[in-house]
């Protein structure tokens, strides 16, 4: 039996809004990482729990540091929203990654970037940005097929990982990871995705097999959740929904998978902060409940 909270337990706490009040509806184990963190028992957690800047979208850059420090939380997959990371200016790209170190965060990820013209001129200014953040992975939103093989030449000569994001359904490139893996499987083992959990769900894929037929292929995780499975608008906080987290997680530890699970929480971006701290308090007590800390 897993030691996970039931689905009715599950909706209690995050409807309590306090994980103290809530002991009784975690495992003992998830009740006191979220009690406290300096409490939390067990090991480190081979999950690095990260942020996704677009959850943040309509918030500074100060204010997105200012929430990681809420959240407890140093990894960033950062975008070119607001003033995160702007792609205009490579000074601008360099004041904010300043502010980002001086803050303690390390952005481990750029993206999405798109990649809308099959050139090398335009691949170049993208491969230009994730190396200017110091970052070793590219999270691409929409390159076609046709474009893989030009990009793949900058992949070899940046030493950057290519992690193209899957976006469900209506998607007509890469609905699913596995059309993905489909279409590198043949190309330097740095051409890979990024699984978003939620749109790889409504896609009809599993995901935990998904997660294992990718692997080595992983470079970055989109965490999010559903309250119906083929239905985009019914995103909900993480824990709330359906998306089995737990064993999401033991297929990454299972892989061995190196990179994020970064929180990509996309309802209400004029109020994001109680959906995404309820979404890490989750995913922190179910680690908890695998024994580890995060």
Known sequence: MKNTPSPSSRRAFLRSGAAIAAAGCLPTGAALALASPTEAPG??????????????????RAQVIAAMK?????????????????????????????????????????????????????????????????????????????????????????????????????????????????????????MGCCIDVGHTMRAGTDVVSAIHKV??????????????????ESQVAVGQGIMPVHEIFEALIKIKY???????????PDNPLPGTTESFAYMRGVLAGMGYKA
């Open 215 to 232: 692997g080595p292929r992983l470079f970055d995780v989109h965490m999010k959740d559903l309250a119906q499975s083929n239905v985009k």
């Open 70 to 190: 809420d959240l407890r939380l140093t990894l960033l997959n950062c975008k070119d929203a607001k003033d995160h990371l702007p792609m205009a200016s490579l000074d601008e790209e360099k004041a904010a990654l300043a502010d980002y170190t001086a803050a303690g965060i390390k952005v481990t990820a750029v993206g999405a970037v798109y990649f809308r013209e099959d050139n090398d001129d335009a691949v170049r200014k993208n491969f230009e940005y994730a190396k200017a953040a110091g970052v070793k992975v590219i999270v691409a939103g929409d390159p076609t097929p046709a474009t893989l093989p030009r990009i793949e030449k900058f992949v070899k000569e940046y030493d950057i990982r290519f992690a193209i994001h899957n976006h469900g359904p209506e998607d007509k490139l890469w609905p699913s990871p596995l059309t993905v893996l489909d279409a590198v499987k043949n190309m330097d083992p740095r």
């Open 43 to 60: 090991k480190p957690s081979p999950i690095r729990l990260g942020l996704a800047s677009y959850t943040l979208r309509t918030l500074t």
């Open 258 to 268: 190196p990179g994020n699970v970064d929180l990509e929480y996309e309802i209400f």
